[in-house]
């Protein structure tokens, strides 16, 4: 038996088609088209800004802790019993010197991608060798304050202090109206729900605290929450489920609050505006 061999296609009469020349000459005898890149690294020697920024807001943590723990006292109980760890800065000793030498790695060679002169050599130079300065040109060092701790890295038994923090304060405020909605969201969904009114006042309550801690626009509903909580409590502990009135108002309330910290308004958001501006260029 013969094998069938498959049916042969036949070519396209179809032309290749043209396409426009990477370069051509315009009637003024300039080139134009696809632009050149021999002249650029084939790998980028740029900073890593997004891997710069997690170790930034990491060490931050870890000063925030240490400043924590020092201020109670722990600092030298910690050393006495071998066991520093909460309260040792993350710039000392050994793990100080490795954390300098990752960043200077991180933030790589020629960030400011010119040329030189030879009056400023020397000094664009150390810059570059310098990974604070490199920190502060990418805008880093003025949202996170503690990594100028880089200067001291390995040198044992550094002190922290409280200080304002505009990255810390962005993911703390961040925590707060992230915490302040879950509250309203569910207060809200369980209202009605019979087996949720004697934790009801817990919840308005536990409301009311995210309110004050974000307090901006949000703040006249603590005067809300405040007319009407004692009869709402008062209800909890003598009925099995809320009225159809007090429901209504906790589902109004919650589902008001939510909407707020939902719209972002300016004076409650401004611990946040410093890194959304540093993340838009701008």
């Given at each position: 038996t013969r094998r069938r061999q498959a049916?042969?296609?036949?070519?396209?009469?179809?032309?290749?088609?043209?396409?426009?020349?990477?370069?051509?000459?315009?009637?003024?005898?300039?080139?134009?088209?696809?632009?050149?890149?021999?002249?650029?690294?084939?790998?980028?020697?740029?900073?890593?800004?997004?891997?710069?920024?997690?170790?930034?807001?990491?060490?931050?943590?870890?000063?925030?802790?240490?400043?924590?723990?020092?201020?109670?006292?722990?600092?030298?109980?910690?050393?006495?019993?071998?066991?520093?760890?909460?309260?040792?800065?993350?710039?000392?000793?050994?793990?100080?010197?490795?954390?300098?030498?990752?960043?200077?790695?991180?933030?790589?060679?020629?960030?400011?991608?010119?040329?030189?002169?030879?009056?400023?050599?020397?000094?664009?130079?150390?810059?570059?060798?310098?990974?604070?300065?490199?920190?502060?040109?990418?805008?880093?060092?003025?949202?996170?304050?503690?990594?100028?701790?880089l200067e001291r890295a390995g040198t044992k038994h550094q002190q922290h202090r409280a200080r304002k923090s505009p990255g810390w304060d962005y993911f703390e405020h961040v925590a707060k109206m992230q915490q302040l909605v879950a509250v309203a969201d569910g207060l809200k969904a369980r209202a009605r729900h019979p087996a949720n009114a004697k934790y009801a006042a817990h919840q308005i309550a536990l409301l009311y605290q995210c309110v004050n801690a974000v307090r901006g626009e949000l703040k006249p509903f603590k005067a809300t929450i405040e007319a009407r909580f004692e009869s709402v409590k008062q209800e909890t502990e003598t009925r099995p489920r809320l009225s159809e009135a007090s429901a209504a108002w906790t589902e109004r309330v919650a589902g008001d609050v939510a909407a707020a910290a939902r719209a972002f308004p300016p004076q409650a958001t401004e611990k946040l505006r410093a890194c959304v501006v540093a993340a838009g260029g701008g």
């Open positions: 049916p042969v296609r036949p070519r396209s009469r179809r032309r290749m088609q043209r396409h426009k020349a990477l370069f051509a000459r315009d009637a003024a005898g300039v080139e134009h088209g696809a632009r050149d890149r021999l002249d650029e690294p084939l790998w980028p020697s740029g900073p890593n800004a997004r891997k710069l920024a997690e170790l930034c807001v990491l060490t931050t943590l870890a000063c925030e802790r240490a400043s924590r723990a020092q201020a109670r006292g722990e600092d030298a109980a910690a050393r006495r019993e071998g066991d520093a760890s909460s309260s040792t800065s993350p710039f000392d000793g050994a793990p100080g010197a490795a954390l300098l030498e990752k960043v200077r790695r991180l933030s790589g060679v020629g960030i400011r991608n010119r040329a030189p002169t030879s009056s400023s050599s020397s000094r664009d130079d150390a810059d570059a060798a310098d990974p604070v300065a490199a920190l502060r040109e990418l805008g880093l060092l003025a949202l996170f304050p503690h990594m100028d701790g």
